[in-house]
């Protein structure tokens, strides 16, 4: 726990509302644990920790700090409702950690908020946990066995997550962009044999039958425009432009070149955003890329820029007349 006043500035409040819906989830549900029925929040100097756990899974999300030091605090379940409401009604503000003995402040722009933290009950060593599962000696696991009630609590994780697990009856280890976590594999009821894929086959095999070879197969799910992938195709895109951009330098055809060049610019502008928004907001900027792709698939993107340019008070009309007068003027030239 803090002992004295430490501030923390500034982490964005779209990222930190982010790793709140994360973490959130996995707080513990009963009264006679008050450390767990809220999220422990925990800087490090580089990032900042929400962390939560019901016993059986324990969730980390992190987001980088603007500056910082090390710190812990931790809010208790009847606070977390206010806490994730005033951060999510910052937007995208900057917000000011203080911690002080007892209570944890937070402040922006438009205002501020105080809760009470907990201060007699030390929160679990979360890290000492990982450290202890990401460290063991793989062994082979054949079956895991999971509760489904807990399964839910990962809806926040994000669209695709990594799982592993060093052996039977160790945590499974939950890895997307931004956060970390691990959920207890379930034990086999009182005397029963573990399961393994043997039995299952011999379980199934007189509904089976003796089909070996399917006609189809079931296609690996499309991982295309991930955040990984659009920043390849972006400076891939940079790079693309640049090259052609020096081949069309010093030519006839000036449109080539004033196009290889917005190309280039617009790649590069677009990579930078993307860049700004996944370290700020790694769940708003999966959420925007998964609409961008329906949207392009769709193909009335075009209308929708008129639509809103519209709505925003330009004149599309205009812009295309002048684009057209562009065009006679080139082609007269």
Known sequence: MSTETIT???????????????????SYQWDDRPELTGIHLDSDSTYLHAVASDRYTLAVARGRLYSGTAWTATISGPHVQLLKAWVAAQNDLGI??????????????????????????????????????????QQPVDVSSLN?????????????????????????????????????????????????????????????????????????????????????D?????????????????????????????SGCNAWMAYRLLQALQSAAPGLAEKALRDVADELEGGEFSQTAFEDAAELGHDPNQWQADHEARRKADAAA
Do not use: C
């Open 8 to 26: 923390t500035t500034t982490i964005p409040a779209t990222r930190l509302a982010d790793m709140l819906d994360q973490a959130a989830p996995h």
């Open 96 to 137: 000011v950690l203080t911690a002080d003995p007892g209570q944890l402040s937070l402040s922006s722009n438009s205002g501020s908020v105080t809760l009470p933290t907990v201060t007699d009950r030390e929160f679990p060593n979360w890290r000492a946990l990982f450290n202890k599962h990401l460290q063991q000696d």
């Open 234 to 262: 972006l400076l891939r895109q940079v790079v693309a432009s640049s090259s052609d951009l020096y081949e069309a330098v010093g030519g006839i055809d000036h449109a080539a070149t004033a196009a290889h060049a917005l």
């Open 148 to 232: 489904t009630h807990y399964l839910d609590r990962w809806q926040q994780a994000g669209q695709q997550i990594h799982l592993t697990q060093a052996a039977p009856d160790a945590p499974i280890i939950v890895h997307s962009d931004g956060l970390i976590g691990m959920q207890m594999p379930t034990r086999p009821w009182r005397n029963e044999p573990a399961p393994n894929s043997r039995d299952l086959a011999a379980e199934w095999a007189s509904s089976f039958g003796l089909f070996t070879d399917p006609l189809t197969e079931f296609p690996l799910p499309d991982t295309t425009n991930t955040i990984s992938d659009m920043t390849r």
